[in-house]
Each structure stands twice: as C-alpha cells, then as structure tokens.
C-alpha cells in the first residue's frame, strides 16, 4: 500500500515536473495591452466625456480657449509656486468633471519623470554654479521647473480630451481656423493609433498561440526585429485602405458633429475666470521665483 502511494507520488510528481510551466507575458506585451485597452476605454468609449461633469457642459470653443490660456501660462512661467497653482485649478476642473483621480493622476505622472527626466539630467552636471554633492543647484532647479511644467501642459491636454468629444475637439479648432491640414493629420491619427496598437496585440497573441516553449533571448529579440518590419508594412498599407474608406463616406476634410454650439452666460463666465487665473500665474511667476 505504501509502495502504491509511493509510486502514486512519484507519478504526480514527475508529470508535474514534465508540465510545461505557464510563460508569464513580457513587460513589452502588458504595456502594448494596457495602453489600447486605456485608449479605447477612456478616448475611443468617450466614457468621461458623456459624464454629467462641469466641464462637459462647456461650450468646447470655450474650454479650447480654456485649456490654451493655462497651457501658454504654465509655458511662461518660471515660478514653481505659479505652477502648483494651475496644477491646482486642474485637480478642482477634473474632480468638477467627475474624472477618478487614480486614472488622471497616476496614468499623467508616471509617464513625466521618465521621458521628460532624460532630457534634463545634462543640465543636473554642465550647468555652473553652487553644487550639491555631485549636482548643480541651478541644474536641479531648472529640472524641477522643467518637469512640473511638463506635468501641468500633459494634464491639461489630456483632461481636455478626456471631457470632450474628439469631434467637438477638431470643430472647435476649425472655429478658431486653424489650418485644415492639421486637422486633417489630427484626425487621421486619431483614427489609426488604435488600430495600430490593435495590430501589435494581434501579433503578440498570434505568436503565443503558436508557440510550445521557451525561446531563447536571441530568439526573441529577432522576432521584435521582425515583428517591427512587418508592423510598419502593415500600418503604411492599413493608413491607405483607412483613408480610402473614409473617402468612400463621404469625408472631404470638414469636420462635422452633431452638437450645435451655443455660447451661454456660463461659458463666458468660466472663459473669463480662466483668463484671470492665467493672468495671476503670470503674474505670480514674474513676482515670485
């Protein structure tokens, strides 16, 4: 009896050992699956923009105007104080909107310090000045200031495009006639990002599903090789049909939406108050460094 469950245990065991042991997904696949499952669930699903939020109920040309004053502002300015406050009125608009602040936060800042932190370290060494232990404190301030700068601009563009409609966002820019061409290469893009971030998913399940092992790192980085070559084809050949079938529509480089516009006492009020606090942080910035 013993000896039965013995060779029982050593049977398990064995099989289990010659189970192929479950490939956890690569950092490079979860990030492409995460960031088309974000854009079609918060842009493409227009999920925040049908929300009953203070800013969804602004005239977009207004909010466009809006949302161009603070950027130009926090462009301008060079007062981290200055900074903090149009950061501020950002956090209070995206809560009026009912945005969830884990999504606006976190999906803005974790991104910031890593591409816009590269292109300011030379300035953390070759800038002179007073040093702290191997940085230059003028460097340092500097990077702060660039980074916040950054971080208020992204907030500011994509809570715009979280709380309107991509149409009304390409019609409000044609109200304030900005060349078509852009438009045009706005729209395009708008259309083809996911489609593209579609197409690499595609290629990641495709070649899971094929595979029965591990593959070795060589063999993996050729397959990133080659799956980049054949992606690009793929995205100049897909670019064509796209805009072959919205040639097929009816487009002609117009833009159109369903919504009317309608200035009303709010929407001049709102555009005001946001004029007037772009002014202060100008203002703010020239006063305080």
Sequence with gaps: MTATTE???????????????????????????????????????????????????????AKLIM??????????????????????????????SQVPFDFFVKRVW???????????????????????LFFSIPGLISAIIFVARVGVSVSLAVLLVLVTPW????????????????????????????????????????????MVGRTSGGEQRSWITASMGGLMHRSFKMSNEVYTAMLARGFSGQVRSYNSYRMKGGDWLALAVTVIIAAVALTLGQLVK
């Design 7 to 61: 060779e029982r245990s050593g049977l398990s065991h064995s099989v289990a050992k010659a189970r192929p042991k479950k490939e956890k997904p690569s950092w490079l696949e979860k990030t492409v699956a995460g960031i088309a499952e974000s854009i079609q669930r918060a842009v493409f699903t227009e999920e925040h923009a049908r929300k009953d939020g203070w800013l969804q109920k602004v005239d977009p040309r």
């Design 167 to 210: 149409a009304d966002v390409l019609k409000s820019l044609q109200a304030l006639k900005v060349p078509s061409i852009f438009i045009l290469l706005l729209s395009m893009t708008y259309r083809y990002i996911f489609l593209f971030l579609r197409s690499a998913t595609g290629l990641f399940e495709a070649r899971k599903s094929r």
């Design 67 to 96: 949302f161009l004053a603070l950027v130009l502002a926090a462009s301008i300015t060079g007062s981290i104080l200055a900074l903090a406050l149009l950061y501020a009125v950002t956090l209070v608009a995206a809560r009026a």
């Design 110 to 132: 974790v991104g910031i310090p890593l591409f816009a932190g590269i292109v300011v370290i030379p300035s953390l060494f070759f800038i002179p000045g007073d040093r702290l």
